[in-house]
């Protein structure tokens, strides 16, 4: 690939090379331990789902079982195994037996682990169909309706009341929407469990649960088809619950997802030892169902300078990019964050803006790139605000961005007046059908602003990246290296729920879903 940047690509490979070098550290922690987190969503996997009489999940009843009895670190499908070779039963059966007290998962003779390979064998084959089934059914849907332009068009809904979302859901894919975002209601990301069934009341977004993602998932595709175009679903899989939300995704058939371990350290105080092995499952299961995920560097740049702080954005970037491949995840999958958060009152701010997008979009030329609009910036003058909107959008389809996060004139309302929805689209489609070739035709002057400012910010990456190859990505988060945000290693929320695995530990899911034997 031909620069328009001149981008020295030899520098490139080596930020990359740091990345993985960084990203290699962080990996051999992760494989040595699981989470409660992880052990709920294989119960998921196994079939396990419903409630108790005091409305538990019954993943966090068989898992808090085990956790009390100080075995977790043999995994909940040790256990499962052993349970169904002794008494006949599925795991759904043994989950009620468990909640009713009449099961001791502990108290049964234990039989070797190849026995218990061979009997889990026919149940995680069928999850790992279900979860195929639900890819090609997309993958149909796409083949005979098709779908819009890159960038995707991606919306917000989050009335808190899952089916007044399907009304404002449909109203946005009719006008023009590509990709419905349904905001989690607040504080649900430090939930330590995933609430059941349908809901009606959230504040500030809608309760992510399997029955809701399943509601939303059958309106998309009602619209999309009376469209004739498919509508992707995107949901948050962020949070103390990172893989089980993923697999309710997988399950139910989403096509994107906020996946980022970082985002959930810096903003929402999550220990990081804790989210770094639930991230881990989580991208497995996303990359094995398809689904984009979207990461949370755009986040920075609402705490820190978006001028000074560029480089951590791309550091961060280049990062969660070589996660998200040891995890499985292909690039093509991967909507790594960035923002247009500079103060609109620099000068050539838009240009500066213009070079960072433009070099997100070369280093990672396969990514389907999550572009965020102004925030920081934004005031009671909606008129400015929509400007600042449609400068965010020319950007976004010159550099050929992959998803376009809308801005809105009544931006931070999470469910803006469908009229503001309206103009933010128009706006966008204005844009981007007027400036579609601009990209291709249009080149940067070599040591102008554009390119000078692109270079500047990859030298700082790669100093900074080569400063944490050094003391590590834990370390790096102690000192507030991302986002001027501090987190404390042992600190947060979350680190209860972390257990080194025993020699008893087994997961055939991560084999067959990265396509290993």
């Known amino acids: 690939m031909q620069s328009k940047l001149g981008l020295d690509f030899k520098k490139v490979e080596k930020a990359k090379g740091l990345a993985k070098d960084i990203a290699s550290e962080v990996q051999t922690f992760v494989e040595q331990y699981?989470?409660?987190?992880?052990?709920?969503?294989?119960?998921?996997?196994?079939?396990?789902?419903?409630?108790d009489e005091n409305m538990v999940p019954l993943p966090n009843v068989v898992v808090d079982h085990l956790k009390d009895k100080g075995v977790l670190n043999d995994g909940v499908l040790f256990y499962l195994a052993n349970a169904m070779k002794a008494t006949g039963m599925q795991p759904q059966e043994i989950a009620e037996g468990v909640a009713k007290g009449s099961i001791d998962l502990t108290r049964i003779e234990v039989t070797d682990k190849n026995t218990l390979l061979k009997i889990l064998d026919p149940v995680v084959n069928s999850s790992i169909e279900k979860?195929?089934?639900?890819?090609?059914?997309?993958?149909?849907?796409?083949?005979?309706?098709?779908?819009?332009?890159?960038?995707y068009l991606y919306v917000i809904v989050a009335t808190g009341n899952i089916y007044e979302d399907v009304v404002q859901a449909q109203a946005a894919a009719r006008q023009g929407a590509d990709i419905i975002a349904v905001i989690r209601t607040t504080g649900q990301s430090l939930l330590d469990y995933v609430p059941y069934g349908a809901t009606t009341e959230g504040f500030g977004g809608t309760f992510a649960t399997q029955e809701n993602f399943k509601i939303m998932r059958t309106a998309l595709d009602e619209v999309g088809e009376e469209l004739g175009r498919y509508i992707r679903l995107c949901n948050y899989c962020s949070g103390l619950c990172m893989p089980e939300i993923a697999i309710m995704g997988a399950f139910e058939g989403l096509d994107v997802m906020l996946n980022d371990?970082?985002?959930?350290?810096l903003f929402r105080d999550i220990?990081?030892?804790?989210?770094?092995v639930d991230q881990y499952f989580s991208r497995i299961i996303n990359g094995f169902a398809g689904v984009i995920i979207n990461t949370g560097e755009d986040n920075y740049l609402t705490t820190a300078d978006a001028v000074e702080a560029a480089h951590t954005v791309l550091a961060s970037d280049l990062?969660?990019?070589?996660?998200?491949l040891f995890a499985g995840l292909p690039e093509?999958?991967?909507?790594?964050?960035?923002?247009?958060?500079?103060d609109p009152m620099l000068e050539n701010g838009f240009l500066l803006e213009l070079a960072q997008a433009q070099m997100t979009r070369e280093i990672f030329p396969k990514a389907t790139l999550k572009y965020m609009p102004p925030t920081k910036f934004m005031t009671g003058n909606i008129f400015r605000g929509h400007l600042q909107d449609a400068l965010f959008n020319i950007i976004g389809v010159w550099t050929h961005q992959g998803i376009q996060l809308l801005g809105m004139p009544t931006e931070a309302i999470h469910t803006p007046f469908m009229s503001d929805r309206f103009l933010s689209i128009e706006n966008a489609k204005y844009i981007f059908n007027n400036m579609r070739s601009i990209g291709e035709d249009l080149e940067f002057k070599e040591g102008g602003i554009v390119r000078s400012r692109a270079k500047h910010v990859l030298d700082n990456a790669i100093d900074l990246l080569e400063k944490m190859t050094s003391e590590g990505l834990f370390n790096a988060l102690e000192k507030g290296i991302f986002g001027d945000v501090k987190r404390s290693r042992t600190g947060g929320k979350g680190l209860s729920g972390v257990t080194?695995?025993?020699?008893?530990?087994?997961?055939?899911?991560?084999?067959?879903?990265?396509g290993r034997k």
């Open 319 to 324: 990062i969660n990019e070589q996660l998200a």
């Open 34 to 51: 699981t989470t409660v987190a992880v052990e709920r969503t294989l119960c998921r996997l196994m079939g396990i789902d419903g409630v």
């Open 500 to 514: 080194a695995k025993s020699n008893n530990y087994m997961n055939p899911f991560i084999n067959l879903m990265k």
């Open 131 to 151: 979860i195929r089934a639900r890819r090609a059914r997309r993958e149909k849907y796409l083949n005979t309706i098709g779908e819009g332009q890159k960038p």
């Open 332 to 342: 093509e999958q991967m909507g790594l964050g960035h923002a247009f958060e500079m």
């Open 261 to 265: 371990a970082l985002y959930g350290i």
């Open 271 to 276: 220990n990081m030892q804790r989210t770094l």
